[in-house]
């Protein structure tokens, strides 16, 4: 599914993806018609040095993040280190040689974070018009599914489809996998573009 506006009944609503290719094809859930429309860009992404702490040890690391995304002392993200993935906590900022409370993912140069129990799974919620970054902590087992409703960083969204760690995006409704397969997870916010009765 995406949200965009349909040129039909010129409202924006969801669209279910029928083909993808240069342009998607796109069914509006409103008026039924069918039409093309341009593959929405995809996120720029940026992976950012970390350094994990757990106990008395450290280690480097990297964490994946939307470039214009905001991180603060105290944000839960995860880390990737190897094959392994840990969520983390904030505890340092390092923009060139300063130290910040907060700073925009792009001018980040180093993370310093200490690890914590749980699993911490990203989402990108497409808006319409923005994407919006969203965690969630979960433990390594809990399941994700296509299709199903989740509340995410205090928001409901429903998940179209969920990047894999370790292998390919999976996108059709009722798949399933648990936090800790889940490289990220898209959708878009629940409850937003209601059908009309």
């Known amino acids: 599914m995406i949200s965009i506006v349909c040129p039909i009944c010129k409202e924006e609503c969801e669209h279910q993806i029928l083909r993808e290719a240069a342009e998607l094809v796109v069914q509006c859930s409103e008026c039924g018609q ?10 720029c992404i940026l992976t950012i ?3 994990v702490s757990h106990e008395t040890e450290s280690q480097v690391c990297t964490v994946e993040m939307l470039a214009d995304e905001v991180v603060s002392l105290g944000d839960q993200i995860a880390a990737e280190c190897g094959d392994e993935v840990f969520g983390v906590e904030v505890t ?5 040689a300063k130290r910040v409370r907060r700073a925009e993912a792009e001018a980040v140069t180093t993370l310093w974070t200490r690890g914590i129990e749980q699993v911490v799974v990203r989402a990108s919620i497409h808006t319409g018009r923005t994407t919006l ?15 199903e409703a989740y509340t995410f960083g205090g ?20 798949w399933k996998t648990v936090a800790r397969r889940v490289k990220r997870i898209y959708g878009y916010l629940d409850g937003r573009y209601q059908r009309r009765p």
């Open 34 to 43: 069918i039409h093309r429309t341009p593959k929405p860009p995809e996120p």
């Open 49 to 51: 040095r970390a350094i």
């Open 133 to 147: 970054p969203l965690y969630q902590a979960a433990e390594g087992e809990d399941e994700f599914v296509v299709g």
């Open 155 to 174: 928001r409901r969204i429903r998940i179209s489809h969920i990047k894999l760690r370790d292998g390919p995006v999976i996108r059709k409704e009722g």
């Open 92 to 96: 340092g900022i390092e923009v060139g």
